[in-house]
Nanobody, 125 residues
């Protein structure tokens, strides 16, 4: 079982950057692929990025390509989402999630068995 706690959200101006962190408990963290999702007000949960168990493969939504970078440090049981060139439309609650399929290619929230509580990101124009 994995417990996830996100941090690093906040208020930032358009064009700015934030780095989200997701700390995981449990010795099996390295066996999970990890993903980031977001949910904006009155919108469905949306895939942002995912990373395989080793960090060797990464996947991004079109909206995140070239601006966001997902990474992980298995020694620290932590996954990160570096977000640059933020836009007001990036405003959402961001969730990290763990997928028991270690290859990290899945983009559907239902595939992920463990979720954090979310962290709010607000981008002002």
């Amino acid at each position: 079982q994995v417990q996830l706690v996100e941090s690093g959200g906040g208020l930032v101006q358009a064009g700015g950057s934030l780095r989200l962190s997701c700390a995981a408990s449990g010795r099996t963290f390295r066996t999970y692929a990890m993903g980031w999702f977001r949910q904006a007000p009155r919108k469905d949960l949306a895939f942002v990025a995912a990373i395989s168990w080793s960090g060797g493969s990464t996947y991004y939504a079109d909206s995140a390509k070239d601006r966001f970078t997902i990474s992980r440090d298995n020694a620290k049981n932590t996954v990160y989402l570096q977000m640059n060139s933020l836009k007001p439309e990036d405003t959402a609650v961001y969730y990290c999630a763990a997928d028991s399929d270690p290859y990290g290619s899945r983009r559907v929230g239902a595939a992920y068995g463990y979720w954090g509580q979310g962290t709010q990101v607000t981008v002002s124009s």
